[in-house]
């Protein structure tokens, strides 16, 4: 069955950057889309943006251009997001989900950023 | 960006009471509306796709209607288990927007 396993919870310093991988299974993740999102704790969600594993082409929501960068390892069938500069608007828990129709989440991995 | 405006924004209901969530688009998304169910602690489960398709697994008392700028998930008769938030998701077009979420409780 397809599956998403997101890496583990980060605490992390203003001003660093940290990686988040999600690991996928169950489908050919070399021909599909992974895309990626930002929820904090209680308020609704925003997509950051979409890579094509194919190709590694993406495209993100302008508003999260320059703090994350999506890549992909078909090697493994493993997604990442880099996320740069962070500050505590970065909090937050991010989801990867597949495709464009979005049926298959990751659990979430909740990034804390703090001194 | 299209602006995506949900409503109610919380919503008490008994337990078989019919439902219904609203969510109008900025400009016309055609039928590329998802709704989303998310409980507590959970990542969003696709409940209906482009509108009005039913995602395979989700129990037949969710439905989904609407095209253009206005469109309507409805829970026919509701379920304990069907506490949770629920996020509207317009993938027309870039950068892809949700609805600020209906939080359903029970009475």
């Known amino acids: 069955q397809v599956k998403l396993q997101q890496s583990g919870a980060e605490l992390v310093k203003p001003g660093a950057s940290v990686k988040l991988s999600c690991k996928t299974s169950?489908?050919?993740?070399?021909?599909?889309?992974m895309s990626w999102f930002k929820q904090i704790p209680g308020q609704s969600i925003e997509w950051i943006g979409m890579?094509?594993?194919?190709?590694?082409?993406?495209g993100y929501n302008q508003k999260f251009k320059g703090k994350a960068t999506l890549t992909v390892d078909t090697s493994s069938s493993t997604a990442y997001m880099d996320l740069s500069s962070l500050t505590t608007e970065d909090s937050a828990v991010y989801f990867c989900?597949?495709?464009?129709?979005?049926?298959?989440w990751g659990q979430g991995v909740m990034v804390t950023v703090s001194s | 960006d299209i602006q995506m405006t949900q409503s109610p924004s919380f919503l008490s209901a008994s337990v078989g009471d019919r439902v219904t969530i609203n969510c109008k688009a900025s400009?016309?998304?055609?039928?590329?509306l998802n709704w989303y169910q998310q409980k507590l602690g959970e990542a969003p489960k696709l409940l209906i796709y482009?509108?009005?398709s039913l995602q395979t697994g989700i129990p037949s008392r969710f439905s989904g209607s609407g095209s253009g700028t206005d469109f309507t998930l409805t829970i026919s008769s509701l379920q304990p288990e069907d506490v949770a938030t629920y996020f509207c998701?317009?993938?027309?077009?870039?950068?892809?927007?949700f609805g600020g979420g209906t939080k359903l409780e029970l009475k």
């Open positions: 169950g489908y050919t993740f070399s021909t599909s889309y």
């Open positions: 989900a597949r495709g464009y129709s979005l049926d298959y």
């Open positions: 400009q016309n998304i055609n039928r590329y």
């Open positions: 890579i094509y594993a194919g190709d590694g082409g993406t």
């Open positions: 482009n509108a009005n």
């Open positions: 998701l317009q993938h027309n077009s870039w950068p892809w927007t």
